[in-house]
């Protein structure tokens, strides 16, 4: 099941959907184990803002039938906290570490990724671009001008691996990903959260402290199928599908539809081993049909 993605050399497919899965807090509980057995194949780490942030306010979850809606806000130490304590705990994982970054400016991403670009430690980089440009008011990720300016002027910065993390609140996503692979993106990976909201039954106001959150797991498998079958018609780059995965039959239709990797995000809450599951299900499928 070996693979190999954007000259990283994976053991198997199955990655972590960034922010679905705390190595450092599993490998406290579970200790040398995670790190002998480690659910990935490539470990990618919570969006790293420039800044420190809180996140948002509780209630930051609500349970669907089919899922989750988080308003976790992406609570972060900010860069200096991240490269002091985060990057050495994470760099003695057994697998190339991918850091997912997001900045509310070209400049802010800039700042990102030259700080990373220039860490051994550091495989690859995913830009998370579901995030307002302050200065254009338009959300990076949902316009194909706003990505090509993007990868404009953070491609120059670094030769690591530049993989765009698309979102799925936009208009026409395979542009989009076609604006990023033109201007020099290594790979693109979706789908990101969809907006979603819930409501409290006894008061009837918003649930979450965010009053908005972002839609997971198998409640959007089906919108992940369809938007990583329509940029792979667009694209020649590699891509890393999720959005729901929580079989080896689900991994298996993402790749299908054209994702080289497959990542699993809201299933590792309930199952922290899911990773391993679903790789060594999908080993099993492909063994027996043409993947
Ligand atoms: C609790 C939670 C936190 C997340 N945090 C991040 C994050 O920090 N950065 C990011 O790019 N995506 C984040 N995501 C989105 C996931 O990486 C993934 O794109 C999405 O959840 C779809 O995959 P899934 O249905 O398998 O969870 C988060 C998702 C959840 C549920």
């Not at 760099?91 to 220039?118: C, H, K, T, W, Y």
């Not at 430690?121 to 995913?126: K, T």
């Not at 106001?205 to 972002?214: A, E, M, Q």
């Amino acid at each position: 099941m070996s693979v190999e993605f954007c000259g990283l050399e994976l053991v198997h497919p199955i990655i972590n959907a960034s922010g679905t899965f705390d190595a450092i807090a599993a490998g406290r509980a579970f200790g040398e184990e995670l790190i002998e057995r480690f659910p990935f194949a490539a470990f990618v780490s919570k969006t790293v803002t420039l800044q420190p942030r809180q996140g948002n306010p509780p209630p930051r979850l609500w349970e669907l039938a089919g899922g989750l809606i988080n308003s976790i806000g992406l609570p972060n130490q900010g860069l200096r906290g991240y490269l002091q304590h985060d990057l050495p705990e994470l760099a003695r994982l057994p697998v190339p570490l991918i850091v997912n970054v997001m900045g509310s400016s070209r400049d802010q991403v800039a700042e990102l990724v030259a700080a990373f670009g220039e860490r051994a430690e550091v495989a690859a980089l995913e830009l998370n671009v579901s995030c307002p440009n302050v200065e254009t008011g338009l959300l990076m990720g949902a316009d194909p001008a706003e990505i090509a300016a993007l990868l404009d002027r953070v491609r120059p910065l670094t030769s690591k691996p530049l993989i765009v993390k698309l979102t799925p609140n936009a208009t026409d996503v395979p542009a989009v990903a076609r604006a990023a692979q033109g201007a020099g993106a290594d790979a693109v990976s979706l789908i990101n959260t969809l907006r979603g909201m819930a409501l409290d039954p006894r008061t009837g106001r918003p649930w979450l402290g965010g009053v908005t959150g972002g839609v997971s797991g198998a409640a959007v498998r089906a919108v992940a199928l369809a938007q990583v079958h329509a940029v792979a018609q667009a694209v020649e780059i590699p891509i890393v599908g999720m959005g729901g995965v929580a079989s080896g039959a689900d991994a298996l239709d993402l790749m299908r539809a054209g994702a080289t990797l497959v990542a699993v995000g809201t299933e590792s809450f309930r199952d922290p081993a899911a990773g391993l599951r679903v790789a060594s299900e999908l080993a099993e499928l492909a063994a027996n049909s043409a993947v």
